[in-house]
Nanobody
Framework: QVQLVESGGGLVQAGGSLRLSCAAS????????MGWYRRAPGKQRELVAA???????NYADSVKGRFTIYRDNAKNTVYLQMNSLTPEDTAVYYC???????????????WGQGTQVTVSS
C-alpha cells in the first residue's frame, strides 16, 4: 500500500505564510506527478498546484505568484509554500500523487487525508 501523509496546515492571518508538506510512503517503486488540491466550504475541489517528477509545474491562476510547489524526489515528498495568504485561501488542502506500487507495478492515484488551512482577515 501507499500512504500520503500531510502536515503544515493551521491558522494564519491574512498576508502570512504557511508551508504544507506531503510525504509518500509504503511499497513505492516510483512516484510520477504530485500535487495539491483544495476544497473550500461550499465549493468544489480544485487543483492548486502540481509538479511532475522532472520538476515541471503548473498553478491555478488564483495562486500564481504567491504559491510555490516543489518536491524532493529522494524523499518522495512534495511541498507547497504559500505566501501572501488571503481569507479566500481558506480550505482543506489535499495532497495527491500518482505512484507505482512495487508489488503490483501498477500506477494508481492516491490522496492524503487533508489538512485545514484557515486564513483570518
Amino acid at each position: 500500500q501507499v500512504q500520503l501523509v500531510e502536515s503544515g496546515g493551521g491558522l494564519v492571518q491574512a498576508g502570512g505564510s504557511l508551508r504544507l508538506s506531503c510525504a509518500a510512503s509504503g511499497n513505492i517503486f516510483r512516484v510520477n506527478d504530485m500535487g495539491w488540491y483544495r476544497r473550500a466550504p461550499g465549493k468544489q475541489r480544485e487543483l492548486v498546484a502540481a509538479t511532475t517528477s522532472g520538476g515541471s509545474t503548473n498553478y491555478a491562476d488564483s495562486v500564481k505568484g504567491r504559491f510555490t510547489i516543489y518536491r524532493d524526489n529522494a524523499k518522495n515528498t512534495v511541498y507547497l509554500q504559500m505566501n501572501s495568504l488571503t481569507p479566500e485561501d481558506t480550505a482543506v488542502y489535499y495532497c495527491n500523487a500518482e505512484a507505482q506500487n512495487r508489488a503490483t507495478m501498477v500506477f494508481l492515484r492516491y490522496w492524503g487525508q487533508g489538512t485545514q488551512v484557515t486564513v483570518s482577515s
